[in-house]
């Protein structure tokens, strides 16, 4: 085994380990200290096998017959998604989505700090939103630089995306969160994670109106 | 064809038609009349074929070497997803996420009206965010009724997910928009769509460690 090859975790692997972490967390709370694949499968509703392999890609392997130390286990996966490393953030464009995020006390449970944020708009420029500073966009190269800012989060409206996220590539950011709908065309080399709320609104709507069709249809006669 | 049949649209092409209706409605803009599919497909790093599949969805069907009308083209995904029928919301739990969301003027474009938010906690009822009421989760039911909502916000904590969703589906909410990172057991027939922001996370801080660590690893003698 060579610890410099670096193996990519499968996506949907990485998706689920903050699930895992959630069930491990709460037996902790009630005092558990031991529990097996199968009982984190039934909890979540997933297969067993796929548990084990999901918590073999953090490094850790159960006694057969035992299971996994709930402890060692929820540290093995704070350790692997790099929680236990906090890591710095800039939000780049300061609007509702953007200041929202800037307030969401939720991320730093999973590593994330959202520093300041970032924004053309003279009239946001100066302002502080949930204590934490709105600066102008030609700051951001000095600054990530700087502060090893790796993380931006994009929350800028979808007609300047492209523009925005090119300036955030030049000035250093290594992996884009994108909140807007748009597909961005970066370097191989930058990250991109799409967190696009109008795609899941559009399934969420559509499915309702499918719902909807189907229960006012009249029973089509055999 | 009978109109009564209705096929389930794929959920890829529902998450792909809010970006064609971007691209169309900037090219309308500029006064474009006629697109192709292969237009679109450049535009948005997409196959052509699939392109014209997922339009086909929507009801429309292109003229051969000639294209789409684009108006045609944006009204038939806006009938189709549901954006000119505003669909009523209520926001379920009023922290920081679920405020944000309260704040957030995008879901307009999408047909997504957010009338109020519920929470249980006594020092939020009675206030108002963004101008919107925050109301006892106990008057929930009723007003689910009264007002015709489909659609549930669901961003309370994890560990009250599964309780407050059972309270939301009793009170007649359809479809949950789920925020929470909690895998929801409900009814067959209720829609839930996740918005999984740690799992999004997840992802995004593990490449970013694979990559730094990829980058820092001494070159490996062939």
Known sequence: MNANIIRPTPEPTLRRLPAYHRVLQRLLDRGRTVVSCTHIAEDLGL???????DLAATGIIGKPKVGYAVPALIDSIETYL???????AFVIGAGHLGGALLGYDGFKAYG?????????????????????????MDKLPDLVERMHVGIGILTVRAASAHEVADIMVMAGI?????????????????????????????????????????????????
């Open 47 to 53: 297969d067993s096998t796929q548990v084990r392999k």
């Open 82 to 88: 790099g929680w236990k490393n906090v890591t710095d």
């Open 112 to 136: 994330l700090n959202i520093l300041s944020a970032f924004d053309n708009d003279p009239a946001k420029i100066g302002t502080t939103i949930y204590g934490k500073d709105v600066l102008p």
């Open 174 to 222: 290594k992996a884009i969160w994108n909140f807007t709908q748009v597909k961005l065309q970066v370097a191989p080399s930058i990250i991109v994670e799409n967190m696009d709320l109008s795609a899941s609104l559009a399934v969420l709507s559509r499915k309702l109106a499918e719902r909807n069709e189907v229960s006012v249809s009249p029973v089509i006669p055999l």
